[in-house]
């Protein structure tokens, strides 16, 4: 801008921009502070999330190879049969 027009509050604007953006960014970096431990948490659970169906996998089969050679199981497991309960 020349120096031969007078300011129109431009400085004051800029400044406060600045200014907003410095406390923004502060707020992000605590944010962040707070949510990295959190992260590697959740990471740490979905890793163990995602080994679940494998692990069932392992269980259930032993249980219905036991039931496909003629075994039986207690009353309260022949859900996994596909009966109920009370049978």
């Given at each position: 801008m020349p120096l031969r027009e007078p300011c129109?509050?431009?400085h004051?604007?800029?400044a406060a921009a600045i200014a907003d953006a410095e406390r923004r960014i502060g707020l992000?970096?605590?944010a962040?502070?707070?949510l990295d431990p959190f992260a590697e948490r959740?990471?740490?659970a979905l890793g163990r999330l995602r080994q679940v169906p494998?692990?069932?996998g392992e269980v259930y089969e032993l249980v219905i190879e036991f039931i496909r050679k003629g075994g039986r199981l207690p009353v309260y497991a022949?859900?996994?049969e596909g009966?109920?309960?009370h049978a």
């Amino acid at each position: 801008m020349p120096l031969r027009e007078p300011c129109t509050g431009c400085h004051a604007a800029k400044a406060a921009a600045i200014a907003d953006a410095e406390r923004r960014i502060g707020l992000c970096e605590a944010a962040t502070e707070i949510l990295d431990p959190f992260a590697e948490r959740l990471q740490g659970a979905l890793g163990r999330l995602r080994q679940v169906p494998q692990d069932l996998g392992e269980v259930y089969e032993l249980v219905i190879e036991f039931i496909r050679k003629g075994g039986r199981l207690p009353v309260y497991a022949r859900w996994i049969e596909g009966a109920g309960s009370h049978a």
